[in-house]
């Protein structure tokens, strides 16, 4: 099956796959070659990429992804998203950082719009670093 992930910077990802598990409204969806076509909304959360069927879990290619579409049609998948960050490109540190200043700003929010962004903004970091925590496992 062929996976490509694309963000709003350019292609993340584009090659042959053997599974796929990626965070949906519905919940948490695996795809395998022969995939029943599907159109599905993306969430905040985790990508997780088995290249080939043998492929050992801290093997995987992970992303952090914020929201999108998911398409799955003739063992093609394409994963439309805001964001896209590979584990391989964040640093533990700096996004530790951005959660805390995250965090601060919900912390100092002046009004509901200003609590939601903050909110938004912690969701986001916490998914981030949660990929860039598993980077350190691997090694």
């Given at each position: 099956m062929h996976?490509?992930?694309?963000?709003?910077?350019?292609?993340k990802?584009?090659?042959?796959?053997?599974e796929v598990i990626?965070p949906?409204l519905?919940?948490i969806?695996?795809?395998?070659?022969g995939?029943?076509?599907l159109i599905?909304v993306a969430?905040?959360?985790?990508i997780?990429?088995?290249?080939?069927?043998?492929?050992?879990?801290d093997?995987r290619?992970?992303?952090a992804i914020s929201?999108?579409?998911v398409?799955?049609?003739?063992?093609?998948l394409?994963?439309?998203v805001?964001?896209?960050?590979?584990?391989?490109?964040?640093?533990?540190?700096?996004?530790?950082d951005?959660?805390?200043?995250a965090?601060?700003?919900?912390?100092?929010?002046?009004?509901h719009?200003s609590?939601q962004?903050?909110?938004?903004?912690?969701d986001?970091h916490?998914?981030?670093?949660?990929?860039?925590?598993?980077k350190?496992?691997?090694k």
């Amino acid at each position: 099956m062929h996976f490509t992930l694309y963000s709003l910077d350019g292609v993340k990802f584009d090659d042959q796959v053997y599974e796929v598990i990626i965070p949906t409204l519905d919940g948490i969806i695996g795809v395998l070659p022969g995939h029943m076509p599907l159109i599905s909304v993306a969430t905040d959360g985790v990508i997780l990429v088995r290249r080939t069927a043998t492929e050992r879990d801290d093997q995987r290619d992970v992303f952090a992804i914020s929201g999108g579409t998911v398409q799955v049609e003739n063992d093609q998948l394409r994963v439309l998203v805001d964001e896209a960050d590979s584990a391989d490109s964040l640093n533990e540190k700096e996004v530790q950082d951005a959660y805390e200043r995250a965090k601060n700003l919900k912390a100092n929010a002046k009004d509901h719009v200003s609590l939601q962004n903050a909110q938004a903004m912690m969701d986001r970091h916490a998914v981030r670093l949660q990929v860039a925590s598993m980077k350190r496992r691997k090694k």
